[in-house]
Each structure stands twice: as structure tokens, then as C-alpha cells.
């Protein structure tokens, strides 16, 4: 048998993976349920055929959420019904109205006029500017999805770099082209069903191609890597944001005849320097870092968050308790270890990339030319609407409720109702109607239906609408915190995180911070090459028995855990974020490795210095709750 005939044999069997390996990994695991029969046998069972499938991601990650609706009641663990009433809970529902502010503020581009103004205060000098792209990256990564914030700075900053690049060339547009093209080249370039006089005539004499001459812009840039395939429908703000690169980036693209973000026009610059090349790695490496940490300071900015709440809320009531954990009190926690990894990440991409001269520096042309691209973007703006302003008042009415609710040292508005009736979903819930009800712009009606003495056709338009939800909330994100709490509630009832606890009394012999710092490094490793949702939705359940087995916290382990599988900086197909930077062309793997491993181990060490100090404090991780000790022998131990 060839070579070649080797290779298409695997090349089809690659192809039909999904059916191969579900089906090889659900009749291997087989005899773990047919051999034993027990209830802890048949839930590992489930749980390692949802974990290979998970990480493999084999068939999509939301799906595989599905499998305990199935698997668990077909093997007599638990009723179907029981099941069911995990996949929505009440860290589901703070999910989703966090999400619902997130796409009408997406959706009626605030995010951007707020990165723009930022970007606009921070003036022309590089480690400015790239201070400037990180702050409302991480700002709005808080709220709204990694991958819409990644995707939607990533056009702000090629309009920075080609007109960067431009200006350190001392050539206009039309001479950069000109010099960097034959005619052959614009003939190759020119749109079909325009002659190439007029599309000459077009740059000749505007010094751009007119809207009659741009190519359609029909394709789609897709990472290749199944993990950012997970956030695809978000890649898709790349596209719907390209309005807001500047013409001298439209012109480079008609002209060299690409359509992806990477093809800049240093690409076809015989004198792009090293200099610039550092500065275009540099200002996209912020961007996806940026995202990744932004993401870990709240609640709702990033999914394993959710996770820690939703499986530590459902440990608690198990054992008759409440895990204490909501917005306000995990913010004084992550929002300060958020902002310290920030600086450290800044600091080191400036000394990396920037390197204390800083491109540009001898040249004010450029400095010039960087400040000119962001203003003509804000200018494209316009002026705030109505809509902007609302939502903005609208979203800082959410992060008031969420952190006035309940306070550690203050009573906040939750006192106002019965005990435990009202939580953060009910503040979420609350903003999210609102953003149905209220209008857009002033609607046509009464004395408003008049404009300039003309009686206009009567119009109300809300700031959401179900079908912006429809095609922007992630649906498959709440079904997999659904599968996870459903997985994790089967693991507590058949007895099998018990068992996975005895398992782990290895760990018993070391010191409580080394365990957790081993943890962290262990986590942060993994999750650069599997879903970081996935990662903390089976690691949960395993990280509260050995807490427990251990005699510490269960919150100690399970927060540590959780927010490791955050720390994704070294590779593209890591998260999202990374992906899409390293589709824009400036990047190699290589880069991405060498810069993303020294922020690994900062991420590692800023989380344990934060779980053994501050959080130690809030959530007092030194004392195992009281309604944890019925099920202990030993007495608690202080870490």
C-alpha cells in the first residue's frame, strides 16, 4: 500500500471523525458500568465519556452538555426531570442578562466610541497608544465577550498601523502605491467590469479607489483551530466593523487584492524595518491579553467564572449551607488581580516590543499620523445618540446593583426584600426588560411626530429586539454550565466525588499553598490546549473533594482552579482572542510561545499571591465552614 493511498485512507477517516470517536468512546468506557453496577461506576461512566468529548471537542462542546439528560437517567443514576432543572439555574440567568446588556451594548456601537475615547487621551507616544488599546479592551472584556472586544479593537488598530507605516515611509498613499506596483499589478487589482484607466484615474485623482472600484468583501476569515471555531459567530464583528478602517487601509487592500486583516502595507514595503515589525506584534499581542485578563475581574466577564459560582453554590446547598459568593465580594477579589496583571502585561510588551525607544519616536510624522487615524475613526462616529446615552446609563445602573446587592461590611438594597428572595439575577433580569421596553430614538408619536413642521409615519423602536438576541446570545454556553451542574450534581449523589476524594488523599501530605500553586500551574498549562469552560466544569467537583479530604475550603481550591483556566497567552488556538490577533498576519506561533510563557508564570504567581492573601481575607479560605464538619473525621486545618 502507497504512501499516498495511507493518507487518503486517514484523510477519510479524519473526515468522519465525530461518529468514529463518539462511538469508540462510548463503547471503551463500557465495561466501567457493566462490571461494577454502581451508581459511582455508572456516573464515571458518563462523566469520562463527556470529559474525552469535551476536550477532544469531537462533536461541539454545547452538545456534549446534552449527554447527562440521556446518559444519566438510561443508566438509573437520576430522573430525566432531576436533570433538567440544572441546565437553568440562578447563575445561568445572571448569565444571560449579563450577556443581554453586553449585545445592546455591542449593538449599538458604545463599546467603540468608549475605546476611541480613551484612545483619544492618551496621546501619539507607542507605550501610550498601547496602554490606550489595553484599557478599554480590558474594560469592556468585563462585560461583554472576549472574542466581540478582540474583534472589535482589531480594526482600530491596523487603521493605527497603516497609517503609522505610511507616514515612517515619507511617501502619500498614492506614491506608496504607485512605487510598490507596476501597472500590471493595478490591472490584477482592478475590480471586475472596471476598466483600468478609470480605476487609475480613480487613485490619480483622490488618491484612493471610489466606492464603484472597492471589491466585494465577501470573504470570511476563519482561525483554524477548533477551539476558536467554538466563538465563530462572533468572528463575524471583524467584518461588520470594517467601515471603521480608514481609506488608506481600503486602498491597500483594492490594491494588493487581499481581504484579511493581515495583509498590511508593510507586506509589500521593501523598507519595513524591524522596528515596526516589533510594534505591529506588540499592539496586537495587547489587544488579545488585554481580553483574556479583562475577562477574569467579574462574574459575568468570563464563563469559568460562572462555573465557580454555579458548583460552589450547588456544594454549599448540598450540605445545607450558602457559598456567600456574588458579584460584589468575587470583584474586590479578581477586579484587583485583574489590574495587576494588566500592568505586568503592559510592562512587559513595552520592554519587549517597545523597548524603552519606542517606534516612532524620532519621527513626530508618525506620531502624527497615529493620532490622525483614531480621530478620523471617532469622527466616523458622529455624534452620541440618544440610544448610547441610555444604554450607558443603563449599564451603570447594572454594576451599581450588582455591587450595592449585598456588601461584606454594608447592608446594601437586598435587605430590602425577604431573605434570599432577591439575588444578582434579579438586578441582571431587571436591566435586561428594561432594554426591551424603552425606545431607541424618541418615538414618532404625539407632539414628536413632527419633524421640521413634516408629520412623519408614527415608529417606536426599542433598544433590543429578540431577533438581536437570537443571533447574538451564546446559547451554547449556558448549555454547558447546564451540563456541568448536572454532571456535578450526579457526582455528589451517586457518591463518586467521594470516591474521587479517597483517590486523592496523596495530596493530604503536602502543604496546603504548594497544592495550590502546583494546581494553578498544572490548570493554566492545560487550558492552553483545551476549552477553558469545559477545563473548570470538570475540575470543580474534583477540587471540592480534595478541599474537603484535606480539611481546607473547598473555596480555596475551586477559585484558584477556576481562574487558572483564564490564563491562556501562549498559543492561537488557546482562546479566541488569541486567534483572531494571530489570523491578522503580524504574528507567529514562535511569538506568541516565547512572549505568552513569561505571562503565564506571572498569571500563575499573581493568582497565588491573591488566593493566599486578599481572597484568603474576603472569603476566609483559612476556616472549613461549619456545615462541612458532619462529614469529616479530622478537624478543620487553617492553610
Not at 522596528?275 to 481580553?291: D, H, N, P, V
Not at 500553586?517 to 476549552?531: C, K, N, R
Not at 479530604?549 to 473547598?554: C, D, H, L, Q, V
Amino acid at each position: 500500500m502507497g504512501f499516498h493511498t495511507v493518507l487518503s485512507v486517514v484523510t477519510q477517516i479524519w473526515i468522519i471523525r465525530p461518529p468514529l470517536v463518539s462511538l469508540l468512546i462510548l463503547c471503551a468506557a463500557l465495561p466501567l458500568p457493566l462490571l461494577y453496577g454502581t451508581p459511582e461506576a455508572k456516573t464515571a461512566y458518563v462523566l469520562i465519556v463527556m470529559a474525552v468529548l469535551w476536550l477532544t471537542e469531537t462533536i461541539p462542546i454545547p452538545v456534549t452538555s446534552l449527554l447527562p439528560i440521556i446518559l444519566l437517567p438510561a443508566m438509573g443514576v437520576a430522573k430525566a426531570a432531576d436533570v433538567s432543572q440544572n441546565y437553568i439555574k440562578d447563575t445561568s440567568m445572571l448569565f444571560i442578562g449579563g450577556l443581554m446588556v453586553a449585545v445592546a451594548v455591542e449593538e449599538w456601537n458604545l463599546h467603540k466610541r468608549i475605546s476611541l475615547s480613551v484612545l483619544r487621551l492618551v496621546g501619539s507616544d507607542p507605550k501610550w497608544i498601547m496602554a490606550g488599546l489595553m484599557l478599554p479592551t480590558w474594560f469592556l472584556s468585563m462585560w461583554i465577550s472576549n472574542t466581540a472586544t478582540t474583534s472589535m479593537m482589531l480594526p482600530i488598530v491596523e487603521s493605527v498601523l497603516v497609517e503609522m507605516r505610511l507616514a515612517g515611509s515619507g511617501k502619500t498613499e498614492l506614491g506608496a502605491i504607485n512605487e510598490a506596483f507596476s501597472m500590471d499589478s493595478l490591472e490584477s487589482a482592478a475590480p471586475d467590469g472596471v476598466s483600468l484607466k478609470k480605476y487609475k484615474v480613480n487613485l490619480d485623482q483622490n488618491g484612493e479607489s471610489s466606492p464603484a472600484s472597492e471589491p466585494n468583501e465577501s470573504s470570511e476569515q476563519t482561525p483554524g483551530d477548533s477551539k476558536a471555531n467554538r466563538s465563530s459567530q462572533d468572528f463575524s464583528d471583524i467584518t461588520n466593523n470594517s467601515e471603521s478602517i480608514s481609506e488608506s487601509k481600503l486602498v491597500r487592500e483594492n490594491v494588493s487584492g487581499r481581504h484579511s486583516w493581515g495583509s498590511s502595507l508593510c507586506e509589500v514595503d521593501n523598507e519595513y524595518d524591524q522596528e515596526y515589525k516589533r510594534m505591529c506584534k506588540g499592539l496586537s499581542l495587547c489587544i488579545a491579553y488585554a481580553a483574556n485578563v479583562g475577562g477574569i475581574a467579574t462574574l459575568t466577564g468570563s464563563p469559568p467564572n460562572l462555573v465557580f459560582k454555579g458548583q460552589a453554590d450547588l456544594l454549599f446547598e448540598t450540605y445545607g449551607g450558602k457559598s456567600g459568593i456574588n458579584f460584589a465580594n468575587f470583584m474586590m477579589i479578581a477586579l484587583p488581580l485583574s489590574a495587576m496583571m494588566l500592568i505586568l502585561c503592559w510592562t512587559w510588551l513595552f520592554i519587549i516590543f517597545i523597548r524603552f525607544k519606542g517606534c516612532c519616536k524620532k519621527d513626530n510624522a508618525r506620531r502624527s499620523a497615529m493620532t490622525k487615524a483614531i480621530q478620523e475613526q471617532f469622527r466616523s462616529l458622529g455624534r452620541i445618540t440618544y440610544a448610547e446615552v441610555v444604554i450607558l446609563l443603563l449599564f451603570a445602573l447594572f454594576a451599581a446593583l450588582l455591587l450595592t446587592r449585598k456588601g461584606n461590611n454594608f447592608q446594601g438594597w437586598g435587605t430590602l426584600f425577604p431573605n434570599q428572595y432577591v439575588t444578582d439575577s434579579t438586578a441582571a433580569m431587571f436591566i435586561a426588560v428594561l432594554l426591551f421596553i424603552l425606545p431607541a430614538k424618541k418615538p414618532t408619536v404625539f407632539c414628536w411626530r413632527y419633524s421640521d413642521g413634516v408629520k412623519v409615519k408614527p415608529e417606536y423602536t426599542p433598544l433590543l429586539t429578540w431577533q438581536m438576541i437570537h443571533a447574538k446570545l451564546p446559547w451554547g454556553v449556558i448549555l454547558l454550565l447546564g451540563g456541568g451542574f448536572a454532571l456535578a450534581d450526579a457526582s455528589k449523589n451517586s457518591g463518586l466525588s467521594e470516591w474521587v476524594g479517597e483517590q486523592l488523599k496523596a495530596f493530604m501530605d503536602l502543604d496546603p499553598l504548594l497544592a495550590c500553586f502546583l494546581l494553578i500551574l498544572v490548570v493554566a498549562m492545560i487550558t492552553e490546549v483545551t476549552s477553558n469552560t469545559a477545563t473548570a466544569t470538570l475540575l470543580m467537583p474534583i477540587m471540592a473533594e480534595l478541599a474537603l479530604k484535606t480539611n481546607i475550603n473547598p473555596l480555596y481550591l475551586m477559585m484558584a482552579t477556576s481562574m487558572a483556566t483564564s490564563f491562556a497567552f501562549m498559543l492561537p488556538v488557546a482562546t479566541p482572542p488569541n486567534a483572531i490577533v494571530f489570523s491578522n498576519g503580524h504574528l507567529r506561533i514562535v511569538d506568541m510561545a516565547l512572549c505568552g510563557i513569561v505571562m503565564n508564570v506571572i498569571a500563575v504567581c499573581c493568582l497565588t499571591l491573591c488566593i493566599n492573601t486578599w481572597a484568603y481575607s474576603i472569603y476566609d479560605l483559612g476556616t472549613l465552614p461549619s456545615i462541612f464538619n458532619n462529614s469529616l473525621v479530622t478537624t478543620p486545618a487553617t492553610i
